[in-house]
């Protein structure tokens, strides 16, 4: 069975294109506009693993990953969050509230799905 | 996808750029207000780094700058001002500019940008100037030149609550041996007592000695996400290219080693050393350190003499080129020894002379080994052959419209030469079979809930002595009904016929059968799946299909390694010889004039309580002279059921050196070829396979 991978960010274009290029290599992808749509749909439904922005509206990336860590449904996922060069205090931030690895933006489809595939095993 | 991700993203920017203006203008009124900061920042931010994404790069450039102040606004390092306002909203312009001249409007003027940073940048406090670092995923370094292996050793030890963060260190390690030969050792010793023992963590930690052509960032990468959550110690302790040509084969003595790794002290080692006993043994004797320590301190040495010494083989003697034709040649000549072996050897036993018989035993032995030699010479890697079908898939899914990836895996599997190259042809049948009948189109796919993109998998992995190859393809499957009407149409089986899938599927295989509805140029002329299995029939080879509706079918062929000499069961009726394959051969049982009495003229053996249906050779061949009272049955495998060969006698296992029968014998059906014995006599070389498949044909004839 395909995998299940969330993709949180408020941008429709990022969400748009992890999600074409997730589908494009076989996975199931649900799609959150922010981190509490996110931590609300993560509560009902089981996940392989989370795509999450660092920066959105409502509740934000560092947010969402602590929230779901505290969680029990989805608590062991592996999660990736998506940063930008200039954040590395807060990918320490990120990386100590439960996240698994990060990306960095700009990237390209093929970087996306090593990623993938690297915590995926 | 792309052209559609950028017109997303050319409308997102735009609303941003809206939300921004208010913001920035609500902003002059309320200057403390944290959350309007964080709206700013949060609209710069999302401008930025999706335009980066979909090619916008400078309007990615442009925006960093502006994004970096307010993120020092953000921190409260530097206030809400009117300058800082102005200059905001005129980067505001500037971005909403440089975004309709992507769209074809006027280009944007870049001197004014830069002014807009400059004065920015003015605004900043010295200090603050952010230092732009790349922390970009590291794109691997390519090996340096050929052959350049370095051995490194890794002590991996995750923290226990390593798993917390999702990571699995499995998933880790298996990434480590996708980059080269790997010993992993897992040291068990930091697990509490199960009392103590919290199930969500992880005391498990490994020392991996591996030996790769990548470099340290490559190894390093692997652990790129849990740097900080472990303790990892990677060194290189040995690199091949460091090597003189001379090159020492040796490496380190085991306690050097542990020493090295700070596993043991000098002092210890040095006690340890004049005991004067096995090193290793002492240690985990004496409790010093636990078996597994020893055992990845010896693995190290292992895999480091090993790797140097072939270097030092690579180096003296890398490969001779040899005109085919001198191997056949050779094989051929091997061919001979083999059969003149064998008679050396009758004849030894007939005059039953004791040192004669010990010479004989010797050159049974050296012949044997020569003929594994010279038939491993042959032996060529069947990734050649794969690699052209990824031209073919490419080419024809786009003839078709269909999306498609080739995968392959065990491209190193080695075959003979000849088996290889009559392989070629129905591997490209079954190939374009899975790419016209098998994968759907993508909008299908689509509508079943699949990739719109279909996967076939080419594979090759060693069984025994055969080669299983396999054709896996993720598209529609077999449609059972439809194969199962057209060979009621074309009168292959009556239209009550009961079949187990298999048989149906089986039947694909029948000349002159086609499921597809309209010839297209690719497959479905009617030459079809007949073909390939006769091809691989020739080959000695068997296939098997296997398919579920939706998900798709597995094609396997099973190969024998080589065509030259086999293993194989000498049989005799009257004074005619013959062999079968002994890899096909299941067991052999006894036949007495009662048995076949009882079966009332039906050619079924009972074997502990199964019916097995037999084929008399002596009635198929039309030998006659006396039947013996008790006749042996070879029982051997066919098409995935047992049939039975009745012989007179089965003589034993018999090396067999084929030799094909010549053309004028190539219409004769059910014999291979042929063999000589030790004492000169012919023995013919049966085919199972077509034996039954004339005996089912006749059968048909007379009874259909």
């Known amino acids: 069975m395909a995998k299940v991978i969330m993709t949180a960010d408020d941008s429709a274009s990022v969400r748009q294109m992890v999600s074409f290029t997730l589908k494009q290599n076989g996975y199931d992808v649900v799609e959150a506009v922010d981190g509490k749509d996110a931590l609300t749909k993560l509560g009902s439904q089981k996940v392989d693993m989370l795509i999450t922005d660092l920066n959105m509206p409502n509740l934000d990336g560092i947010g969402l990953i602590k929230g779901v860590r505290a969680g029990s449904l989805n608590k062991f996922i592996p999660i990736i969050m998506l940063t930008t060069e200039s954040q590395d205090s807060r990918k320490a931030e990120g990386k100590s509230a439960g996240a698994t690895g990060w990306i960095v933006k700009p990237f390209k489809p093929e970087q996306l799905i090593a990623v993938v595939k690297k915590v995926l095993g | 996808m792309m052209e559609q991700a950028i017109a997303t993203y050319r409308e997102e920017a735009t609303e941003l750029l809206a939300e921004l203006e208010t913001s920035l203008l609500e902003l002059e009124e309320n200057p403390q207000d944290d959350d309007l900061i964080n709206r700013v920042f949060r609209a710069m931010h999302t401008i930025k780094g999706s335009g980066a994404m979909f090619g916008f790069d400078d309007i990615a450039r442009f925006t960093h700058e502006v994004e970096t102040v307010f993120d020092q606004v953000r921190n409260g390092k530097l206030f809400v001002t009117r300058p800082l306002l102005d200059l905001t909203l005129q980067a505001r312009d500037q971005i909403s500019t440089m975004l309709q001249a992507s769209a074809g409007g006027p280009p944007a003027d870049e001197t004014k940008g830069q002014q807009i940073i400059a004065g920015l940048q003015a605004l900043l406090p010295q200090s603050a100037a952010p230092v732009v670092k790349e922390t970009k995923l590291a794109e691997q370094p390519a090996a340096q030149g050929e052959v350049c292996q370095r051995t490194f050793r890794i002590r991996f030890k995750p923290a226990p609550d390593i798993m917390l963060g999702g990571t699995n260190p499995l998933n880790l390690l298996n990434e480590l041996r996708s980059l080269g030969q790997c010993e992993i050792v897992t040291h068990l010793d930091a697990i509490p007592p199960i009392r103590e023992l919290v199930p969500e963590q992880c005391h498990f930690y490994w020392d991996i000695i591996i030996t790769t052509p990548h470099g340290m960032d490559a190894l390093k990468d692997v652990f790129i996400f849990v740097e900080d959550d472990c303790d990892l110690k990677i060194d290189l302790i040995n690199d091949t290219a460091a090597i003189t040509a001379e090159g020492d084969a040796n490496y380190k003595n085991l306690g050097e080693i542990l020493v090295e790794r700070g596993d043991l002290s000098p002092v210890e080692m040095q006690k340890i050393l004049s005991m004067q006993k096995r090193f290793g043994e002492l240690l985990v004797e004496q409790g010093i350190l636990p078996q597994s320590k020893v055992e990845a301190a010896l693995l190290e040495q292992q895999q480091v003499r090993q790797a140097r010494q072939e270097k030092t083989v690579q180096e003296t003697a890398l490969s001779i080129r040899v005109p085919a034709e001198r191997l056949d040649y050779l094989v051929n000549l091997v061919g001979e020894l083999v059969t003149v072996q064998a008679h050396l050897t009758q004849t030894a036993d007939e005059k039953n002379d004791g040192d004669i018989i010990a010479i004989a035993e010797e050159v049974e032995r050296l012949i044997s080994e020569l003929r594994d030699t010279t038939l491993t010479m042959r032996m060529l890697p069947i990734g050649s052959t794969f690699s052209k079908f990824k031209r073919l898939v490419r080419d024809l899914s786009t003839e078709l419209g269909k999306e498609i990836d080739l995968e392959t895996a065990g491209a190193e599997t080695e075959l003979d030469k000849t088996v290889i190259e009559k392989l070629n042809d129905p591997l490209v049948h ?98 079809g799946m007949d073909v390939v299995k006769k091809a691989i029939e020739a080959l000695r080879g068997s296939i098997d299909i296997n398919s579920t509706p939706g998900t798709g079918s597995v094609i396997t062929l099973k190969i024998p390694l080589t065509l030259a000499i086999i293993e194989t069961l000498l049989v005799r009726i009257d004074d005619n010889f013959f062999v079968l394959p002994l890899a096909m051969v299941e067991e052999c049982i006894e036949l007495t004039r009662a048995d076949v009495e009882a079966a009332h003229g039906r050619n079924l053996a009972h074997v502990r309580g199964t019916l097995i249906p037999y084929v008399s050779l002596r009635e198929q061949f039309g030998i006659t002279g006396a039947q013996p009272d008790i006749e042996q049955v070879v029982i051997a495998g066919v098409n995935g059921s047992r049939i039975g060969f009745v012989v007179d006698d089965v003589v034993g296992e018999h090396q067999t050196v084929i030799k094909s029968l010549g053309k004028l014998y190539r219409d004769v059906q059910g014999i291979s070829g042929a063999t000589i014995l030790g004492d000169g006599t012919v023995a013919l070389i049966l085919d199972p396979h077509l034996l039954v498949r004339d005996v089912e044909r006749s059968e048909l004839q007379q009874f259909g």
């Not at chain 2, 054709?471 to 009550?496: P, S, Y």
């Not at chain 2, 295989?509 to 509805?517: D, E, L, R, Y």
Request: hydrophobic share 40%.
């Open chain 2, 430 to 527: 079954l190939i374009r079979n899975s790419i016209d009948h098998g994968i759907e189109m993508p909008e299908v796919r689509r509508a079943a809930g699949k990739a719109p993109k279909g996967i076939i998998h080419l594979g090759a992995v060693h069984s025994g002595d055969s080669v299983l190859v396999t054709i896996r393809d993720n598209g529609a499957g077999l449609n059972k009904e439809a194969i199962r009407a057209k060979a009621v149409e074309r009168g292959l089986i009556t239209a009550g016929a009961e079949l187990s899938d298999k048989e149906i599927y089986n039947l694909i295989f029948a000349p002159g059968f086609s499921t597809a509805k309209a010839v297209t140029s690719v497959s479905g002329r009617g030459v």
